[in-house]
């Protein structure tokens, strides 16, 4: 696993040549707060990491219930069992394998990997504007109904999920790339990602961290190109 440290923020990629999946590691004074859990593969890495820093997993934070966020969710819990599991109310129901649509929702099918055999349960649901330790919690549907991103206070340093991808070309999630469809493909509500995208450039991240790609810093321009982009294709 490729790990790549940015201030407080450390991202971890599985199989960065050929599919990368990241997830990602916050490092606080008492600990480390894992955002995602990629792979099943991935648990291996993320211990050794965490191990490296020399700091215990002590949240494990959820941007939404997709497998690819969620694959080593169980085996990284059962090494930290203490450390509580925070997911969006919505995407809670996702984690739990159910794929049914809210009213006032738009009804277009939630789409991508749902989890089949997950363990564990979230501890904590969270909703806008929730803290979890140096982390403000922000309601971002789109890629699924309950997607969040995370911002660190103390750098601006914003985790977007699978918000915007960065692998195969900036995009905005559900504005497919030839060369890495699978974000798009895995889209639930085109306009909510639309005007989620908006809501996080809002933010002015200091850099954008996202599921699949290499962070950027200062990404407010490229941002921009890529919301002006799809939403004349909207």
């Known amino acids: 696993m490729r790990a790549i440290r940015e201030g407080y923020l450390y991202q971890l990629t599985s199989l960065a040549r050929l599919f990368p999946v990241n997830c990602y590691l916050i490092e606080e004074e008492e600990g480390l707060t894992l955002i995602d859990a990629a792979m099943p593969f991935s648990a291996k890495g993320i211990l050794e990491v965490a191990k490296k820093i020399g700091k215990p ?44 649509l809210e009213g006032g929702e738009p009804q277009t099918v939630i789409k991508g990997g749902v989890p089949k055999n997950l ?10 504007g929730d803290r979890v330790g140096s982390l403000i919690a922000i309601e971002t549907p789109g890629h699924t109904p309950g997607s969040m991103s995370f911002m660190d206070i103390r750098s601006n340093a914003l985790i977007a999920g699978d918000a915007f ?28 990602a639309l005007k989620s995208a908006k809501k996080i450039l809002s933010y002015q991240p200091s850099i954008l961290a996202v599921g699949h790609g290499e962070m950027i810093k200062n990404p407010q321009s490229e941002m921009e190109k890529v919301i002006k982009r799809f939403e004349m294709k909207l």
């Open 57 to 100: 997993i002590t949240r494990i934070v959820l941007t939404h219930a997709h497998e690819d966020h969620v694959g080593a969710l169980d085996a990284v819990k059962a090494e930290f069992a203490a450390a509580p599991v925070y997911i969006s109310k919505r995407d809670a129901r996702i984690m739990d394998g159910d794929k049914s």
């Open 119 to 128: 363990k564990t349960k979230p501890d904590i649901l969270l909703n806008e």
């Open 165 to 192: 991808q960065i692998r195969g070309g900036m995009a905005v999630a559900g504005d497919k790339r030839i060369w890495f469809p699978f974000p798009a493909l895995g889209t639930w509500d085109k306009k909510t």
